[in-house]
């Protein structure tokens, strides 16, 4: 499902543990590291689409997180041109996401990365917060910048992160 400007509907998923790191995959067949994300089908809402996504990536359940925010429209990234499927129509030039900010409620041998059909990732561990933001693929940079400074006054207080 492409929308009329290009962009294609999808959820991105931060979950963070009490100390303040957060989740972070590696994907398969890559060495590219994200967070967890995916596609909109037409029949979901973003928090449907979420709870699909944390369990099909990640195999967590909707009782091993608690939903603390989520960003209140579409944050959107332009896909470089190497990356665009021009043999489709139409184009996809790029993802609109909805982002949430999960507290991780569970125990760790509660993931599980092969809950779906294609597994998504194929490692992970828990980093600093604002690591992903300099460590993602170039492209995405932008956007998990704005999801992060989004989310960080919501996680600060959780867990007595510093003030910057």
Request: hydrophobic fraction near 35%; aromatic fraction near 14%; glycine fraction near 8%.
């Amino acid at each position: 499902m492409i929308d009329p400007d290009g962009y294609r509907p999808n959820v991105a998923i931060v979950i963070y543990r009490d100390d303040g790191r957060v989740f972070w995959a590696k994907r398969v067949h890559n060495d590219g590291w994200q967070f967890p994300q995916g596609g909109m089908r037409s029949d979901e809402t973003p928090l449907e689409a979420m709870y699909r996504e944390l369990r099909e990536e990640t195999g967590l359940l909707p009782q091993h997180v608690e939903v603390i925010g989520s960003t209140p429209g579409w944050l959107r990234y332009r896909l470089p041109a190497r990356y665009r499927r021009h043999d489709t129509k139409p184009v996809c030039i790029g993802q609109k996401q909805v982002w949430f900010l999960l507290r991780f409620l569970g125990q760790e041998n509660q993931f599980r990365l092969n809950c779906g059909d294609e597994p998504e990732f194929d490692c992970w561990r828990w980093v600093d917060y604002w690591y992903p933001s300099k460590n993602v693929i170039k492209f995405k940079r932008r956007v998990y910048k704005q999801a992060l400074a989004h989310f960080e006054p919501l996680v600060k207080p959780a867990v007595g992160m510093p003030a910057d």
